[in-house]
C-alpha cells in the first residue's frame, strides 16, 4: 500500500503547525510591544530635571496664562522667537537654567490628555506627538508639565529627544 | 485487528524532517532573540535601579537641604576624581555649627566596583546611626565600564551644577548617573 499522506493527514499537520506558530507569534510581538512602551517611560534622571524646571515655571508663570486653552507652549527651539535658550547670553537664570539642562521645549497641557485630539497636535514635533499619545491620562482637573530636553548622540549627529512629565500648577 | 505493516516511505520520512527542521529553526531563532531580550532588559534594570537609587538618594538631600556647594574631593593637594564633596545649607542635628556634608564616591574593591554616597569620618565628626542610615552603597553590575580618568565628573554653570559618572556596559549601553543641583 504507497498511499503516502493523504489530504487530510496534511492539512491537519499544517493547521496544528499554524496554531501553534500564531500562538508563539502573538506571544513574542506582545512582549515588544511591552519593550517598545517601557522604553517610552519617563527615566529618574528627566524626571528630576524636571522636577527643577516645574519648581522654577510655578514660581513665574500664573494659572490664569495657562488654565483658558488646551496646551500652553513656555518655550520650543524649533521657532526662532520663542527659543528656551540662547548660547550668547550668560547671567540670566532662565536661560541658564535651560541651558544647562538641555531643555528643547515646555509646554503646560490638560493632564486629561484624551481630551487633545491629533488635530491640536499638528503644531507638535512628530516624537512629541508620540510622547503625548503614549501618555496614560485620567480624566482630572489639573495640568501636566511636558519637558523636551536633546540628548547627544554618540552614533550619528542627530539628536536624541527625551521626554518627561509632571503635574503642574496648584490644581497638582 | 489489520495493520498496514509498510510504514513511511523515504521521501514521506524526509519530508516530515525537512518540515520539523523548519520551524524549529524558526522557533530556535525566536527562542534565542527573546533570551537576548531578556538578558538585555534584566542587566538595564538592574542599571536603572543603581542610577534611580543614587539620583534619588542625592535628589531628596538637594532638595530638603539646599546645596550649599559641590567639589572634587582634595587629597594630598590634588582633586580626586573619583569622589565629590557635597556641602549643603542645613546644618547637622546634633552640631548646629557643622553643615551636613556627604560624599559621592566611586571605588574598586574586591574584584567590583560599588558606588557609595554617605557620610564620611574625614568631613563629618561622630556620625550618629541616624545619620549612618541614610547611607548608601550599591555594587555596580559586572560588566561595567567606567571612565578610567576619572569616575566622577562636576560641571559648573553660575549657580547650576552637574554632577556625573559616566558607565556603559560591555554591549556600549550608556547608563550615565546625572544629577542636577542650584547652589542656594
Not at chain 1, 503547525?17 to 517601557?38: A, F, G, R, T
Not at chain 1, 527659543?83 to 547670553?89: E, G
Not at chain 2, 556625573?164 to 560591555?170: A, C, G, I
Request: proline fraction near 1%; hydrophobic fraction near 40%; charged fraction near 25%.
Amino acid at each position: 500500500m504507497k498511499k503516502g499522506f493523504i489530504l487530510l493527514e496534511t492539512i491537519v499537520v499544517i493547521m496544528v503547525l499554524c496554531v501553534i506558530l500564531v500562538m508563539l507569534y502573538s506571544s513574542y510581538s506582545n512582549l515588544l510591544v511591552k519593550v517598545k512602551k517601557k522604553s517610552l517611560y519617563d527615566n529618574t534622571e528627566y524626571i528630576y530635571k524636571t522636577n527643577i524646571v516645574r519648581n522654577y515655571l510655578e514660581s513665574v508663570i500664573p494659572e490664569s496664562e495657562y488654565n483658558s486653552s488646551l496646551y500652553y507652549v513656555v518655550c520650543r527651539n524649533s521657532i526662532d522667537n520663542n527659543k528656551c535658550y540662547s548660547d550668547n547670553i550668560t547671567g540670566n537664570y532662565e536661560n541658564d537654567l535651560f541651558k544647562f539642562l538641555k531643555v528643547e521645549a515646555v509646554y503646560i497641557m490638560l493632564w486629561d490628555t484624551n481630551s487633545i485630539n491629533s488635530n491640536d497636535l499638528t503644531g507638535f514635533e512628530a516624537t512629541t506627538q508620540n510622547y503625548i499619545k503614549s501618555l496614560d491620562p485620567t480624566n482630572e482637573s489639573a495640568f501636566r508639565i511636558v519637558v523636551m530636553y536633546e540628548e547627544e548622540n554618540n552614533e550619528t549627529d542627530i539628536p536624541i529627544y527625551e521626554y518627561a512629565s509632571l503635574r503642574f500648577g496648584s490644581r497638582g | 485487528m489489520r495493520l498496514n505493516k509498510k510504514g513511511m516511505s523515504m521521501v514521506e520520512i524526509i519530508v516530515s524532517i525537512v518540515l520539523i527542521s523548519i520551524v524549529l529553526i524558526f522557533l530556535m531563532t525566536l527562542f534565542l532573540k527573546v533570551r537576548t531580550t531578556y538578558n538585555q532588559s534584566k542587566i538595564q534594570a538592574d542599571y536603572d535601579i543603581l542610577v534611580s537609587n543614587i539620583i534619588k538618594a542625592i535628589g531628596n538631600d538637594i532638595e530638603n537641604y539646599g546645596l550649599k556647594s559641590a567639589e572634587y574631593e582634595i587629597v594630598n593637594g590634588k582633586e580626586n576624581t573619583d569622589a565629590i564633596v557635597l556641602e549643603f545649607n542645613t546644618f547637622r542635628t546634633t552640631n548646629l555649627s557643622e553643615n551636613i556634608t556627604k560624599v559621592l564616591r566611586v571605588y574598586f574593591e574586591n574584584n567590583k566596583f560599588y558606588i557609595s554616597y554617605s557620610y564620611e569620618a574625614g568631613y563629618t565628626e561622630n556620625i550618629t546611626s541616624t545619620e549612618r542610615v541614610t547611607n548608601v552603597v550599591r555594587e555596580v553590575p559586572d560588566d561595567v565600564i567606567l571612565d578610567r580618568d576619572g569616575y566622577v565628573k562636576l560641571e559648573k554653570l553660575n549657580n547650576f551644577v552637574e554632577i556625573k559618572v559616566p558607565m556603559s556596559d560591555k554591549n556600549g549601553n550608556i547608563y550615565d548617573i546625572n544629577i542636577y543641583g542650584i547652589i542656594e
